[in-house]
């Protein structure tokens, strides 16, 4: 996917350091927030999702924060993996998705 | 297991033209979309279609674009008129469902439209 552009954040981890993605949100109204993945060449892919009354999920070596009084959502991997070396970004939905622009995280051996 | 396909993978078109995106949803799919991101822009949501009509659609969704799911397996969007800022990656999404709460939505690939 060309999703990679020349001014996006770029977050770099060694293998095996927990990771943590940050992102602002727009809309107060939002009421579902999601995380996606995204590889070169690739769609991007649903990581996890969290709902507007939650302000904690875990998924499996993945954690979502809401904080909804500062608009603010987090994604956290544990473990990072090579294979995680990926863009990663927010969406919120209010009836539509509405993305952020993202985050790249490359993951050294 | 199952996976959204997109057609072509890379489109190239003289400005003017007419294009037609081609996608295969998930079969069980009732909910499609179609969402494009310029290189190095955020994704941005253009159009949703359920049943047969367009359930949502954002401002970008002008009249020059139009959607249709001509048979019971592909979904497509047209471009009529192309202008050189519909350069792109064109993506199809698919869900099971959506309303009161999410549901995961299945990207394809997408497709690479450069208008020259």
């Known amino acids: 996917g060309e999703s990679v552009g020349l001014h996006l954040p770029t977050l770099s981890v060694q293998e095996g350091d927990n990771s943590i993605i940050n992102c602002a949100y727009s809309n107060s109204a939002s009421d579902y927030f999601i995380w996606y993945k995204q590889e070169s060449g690739k769609g991007p892919q649903f990581i996890i999702d969290i709902r507007s009354n939650m302000d904690k999920r875990q998924g499996q070596r993945v954690t979502v924060l809401l904080n909804k009084t500062v608009k603010h959502l987090s994604l956290q991997i544990a473990a990072t993996q090579p294979g995680d070396s990926a863009v990663y970004f927010c969406?919120?939905?209010?009836?539509?998705?509405?993305f952020g622009k993202g985050t790249m995280l490359l993951v050294s051996p | 297991e199952p996976e959204v396909t997109q057609t072509p993978s890379h489109q190239v078109t003289q400005m003017g033209q007419e294009v037609i995106l081609r996608c295969v949803p998930i079969?069980?799919?009732?909910?499609f979309y179609w969402y494009r991101q310029i290189l190095g822009q955020k994704v941005e949501f253009l159009v949703s279609?359920?049943?047969?009509?367009?359930?949502?659609k954002s401002e970008i969704f002008d009249d020059q674009f139009s959607v249709e799911r001509p048979d019971g397996s592909n979904f497509t969007l047209k471009i009529r008129s192309t202008k050189l800022e519909d350069s792109a990656m064109y993506f199809c999404a698919s869900s099971i469902a959506t309303g009161s709460s999410y549901n995961e939505q299945f990207f394809g690939p997408g497709t690479r439209l450069t208008v020259l």
């Open positions: 279609f359920y049943n047969n009509e367009i359930s949502e």
């Open positions: 969406a919120e939905r209010k009836g539509t998705l509405t």
């Open positions: 079969s069980n799919h009732l909910y």
